[in-house]
């Protein structure tokens, strides 16, 4: 369906055919003319299925054609991370570019000019509040809120907020806000602990479960199996014989990123890095230089994997097979955005065999074993099944003297 099909204002779809957009996705085409109606949704989406417009646009539509005072803040939307309040916030300018439509992002870890940004927003009123639960809880208990005029309660990845222990945060920002309004849920998956927030919050909500904890079949999966110390030389090699021009490389720890970063500038590669021990501003920055095409490679944690909408990313390398399936699918879930292709590679040592196998189970799908160069040497056997760890007696294996002899 295109998007002129789905009825919404002539300055949103300026907008929206300014971005080059033309074609709705699945879950826009069937949630949007839901969420028209008014009617409460909850939907599981996996990345990469242009979820967060399939919010944005019917929220922006009936704000610019539907009374609301201005005073007053209209939409909330609550968001886990910085990283996707900011996200989300640069979507809805692009989307809203031909509209007087106001919206800020309210996440923690600025400094004092921004939280008095903040502040003046909250206070005079605007559109829509994109904030991480934290954050909006430090100005609620400063008593500058008036959440009065809020239509619209929306709760982005609600599982990975769950997840990162905001519940009574989200409850106690849902307990102060107006009992008529129109709710909306998205989440990756959909446990328990989700379904049971979202019976105290929607009223007799749409369901919508889009090919959840499945990667998009465009993107072409591929693995090798390797000694861990084969993992750098190899990486080198790829990114030195293959023509990607965007690439993010995911490692689960922050110190393999450092270390990894530090061996590709070495080897002359324009490349820099994203984790916790990086503020804010250093964070916004390296991903606006990824964004500018000033650097091609970024080497991330998993503080990425849900946190940025950049549609170009042609390569993905796990460089660290991911903790579970569902970081599996968020991590390659970075490229093949929209309408185009992408690949993913995955670095599989000794001690990992296991854990990815347990990714292929999920995933109903075998990946593809790719050839390692041969001037990297002989590699493991990929035999994950009947690979045995380990005792904990060889682990803890101490040099004894032998006895002398009678």
Do not use: W
């Given at each position: 369906?295109?998007?002129?099909?789905?009825?919404?204002?002539?300055?949103?779809?300026?907008?929206?055919?300014?971005?080059?957009?033309?074609e709705a996705t699945p879950i826009q085409e069937q949630v949007i003319p839901i969420i028209l109606n008014g009617r409460d949704v909850i939907a599981s989406a996996q990345t990469g299925t242009g979820k967060t417009a399939a919010f944005l646009l019917p929220v922006i539509?009936?704000?610019?054609?539907?009374?609301?005072?201005?005073?007053?803040?209209?939409?909330?939307?609550?968001?886990?991370?910085?990283?996707?309040?900011?996200?989300?916030?640069?979507?809805?300018?692009?989307?809203?570019?031909?509209?007087?439509?106001?919206?800020?992002?309210?996440?923690?870890?600025?400094?004092?000019?921004?939280?008095?940004?903040?502040?003046?927003?909250?206070?005079?009123?605007?559109?829509?509040?994109?904030?991480?639960?934290?954050?909006?809880?430090?100005?609620?208990?400063?008593?500058?809120?008036?959440?009065?005029?809020?239509?619209?309660?929306?709760?982005?990845?609600?599982?990975?907020?769950?997840?990162?222990?905001?519940?009574?945060?989200?409850?106690?920002?849902?307990?102060?806000?107006?009992?008529?309004?129109?709710?909306?849920?998205?989440?990756?998956?959909?446990?328990?602990?989700?379904?049971?927030?979202?019976?105290?919050?929607?009223?007799?909500?749409?369901?919508?479960?889009?090919?959840?904890?499945?990667?998009?079949?465009?993107?072409?999966?591929?693995?090798?199996?390797?000694?861990?110390?084969?993992?750098?030389?190899?990486?080198?090699?790829?990114?030195?014989?293959?023509?990607?021009?965007?690439?993010?490389?995911?490692?689960?720890?922050?110190?393999?990123?450092?270390?990894?970063?530090?061996?590709?500038?070495?080897?002359?590669?324009?490349?820099d890095e994203i984790h916790s021990d990086l503020v804010q501003a250093q964070r916004e920055q390296t991903l606006l230089n990824f964004k500018n095409k000033k650097i091609n490679i970024l080497i991330a944690t998993d503080i990425l994997s849900r946190g940025i909408d950049i549609e170009d990313i042609d390569l993905v390398i796990?460089?660290?097979?991911?903790?579970?399936?569902?970081?599996?699918?968020?991590?390659?879930?970075?490229?093949?955005?929209?309408?185009?292709?992408?690949?993913?590679?995955?670095?599989?040592?000794?001690?990992?065999?296991?854990?990815?196998?347990?990714?292929?189970?999920?995933?109903?799908?075998?990946?593809?074993?790719?050839?390692?160069?041969?001037?990297?040497?002989?590699?493991?056997?990929?035999?994950?099944?009947?690979?045995?760890?380990?005792?904990?007696?060889?682990?803890?294996?101490?040099?004894?003297?032998?006895?002398?002899?009678?």
């Amino acid at each position: 369906m295109r998007f002129n099909e789905l009825d919404l204002d002539d300055r949103l779809l300026e907008g929206i055919d300014s971005l080059g957009f033309t074609e709705a996705t699945p879950i826009q085409e069937q949630v949007i003319p839901i969420i028209l109606n008014g009617r409460d949704v909850i939907a599981s989406a996996q990345t990469g299925t242009g979820k967060t417009a399939a919010f944005l646009l019917p929220v922006i539509h009936r704000l610019l054609t539907a009374d609301h005072d201005e005073s007053k803040i209209n939409c909330i939307i609550i968001v886990p991370t910085r990283e996707l309040a900011t996200q989300i916030v640069m979507t809805m300018e692009g989307l809203s570019y031909f509209t007087n439509i106001s919206c800020i992002a309210i996440y923690g870890g600025g400094d004092g000019p921004s939280f008095a940004n903040e502040k003046k927003a909250l206070i005079q009123g605007v559109d829509m509040v994109v904030c991480t639960p934290g954050r909006m809880i430090a100005h609620l208990n400063m008593g500058h809120v008036d959440f009065s005029g809020i239509q619209y309660l929306i709760l982005d990845e609600a599982d990975r907020m769950l997840d990162m222990g905001f519940s009574d945060d989200i409850n106690k920002i849902i307990s102060k806000l107006p009992k008529q309004r129109q709710n909306l849920m998205f989440s990756a998956t959909m446990p328990h602990k989700i379904r049971e927030l979202a019976r105290n919050i929607l009223d007799q909500p749409f369901e919508l479960n889009i090919a959840i904890s499945k990667p998009p079949e465009k993107i072409t999966q591929e693995a090798f199996v390797v000694y861990e110390n084969q993992k750098v030389p190899l990486i080198r090699k790829i990114l030195k014989s293959r023509k990607f021009d965007s690439i993010i490389v995911f490692c689960s720890k922050k110190q393999n990123v450092k270390i990894l970063t530090t061996e590709l500038k070495r080897a002359g590669l324009l490349v820099d890095e994203i984790h916790s021990d990086l503020v804010q501003a250093q964070r916004e920055q390296t991903l606006l230089n990824f964004k500018n095409k000033k650097i091609n490679i970024l080497i991330a944690t998993d503080i990425l994997s849900r946190g940025i909408d950049i549609e170009d990313i042609d390569l993905v390398i796990n460089y660290d097979v991911p903790h579970d399936g569902e970081d599996y699918v968020h991590r390659i879930g970075r490229t093949a955005r929209a309408a185009t292709d992408g690949t993913a590679y995955t670095f599989i040592t000794e001690r990992e065999q296991r854990k990815f196998h347990a990714i292929e189970v999920l995933l109903e799908k075998e990946i593809t074993q790719a050839k390692v160069p041969e001037e990297l040497g002989p590699v493991p056997e990929y035999n994950p099944i009947n690979r045995k760890k380990p005792s904990k007696k060889k682990r803890n294996f101490k040099y004894r003297k032998p006895r002398k002899k009678d």
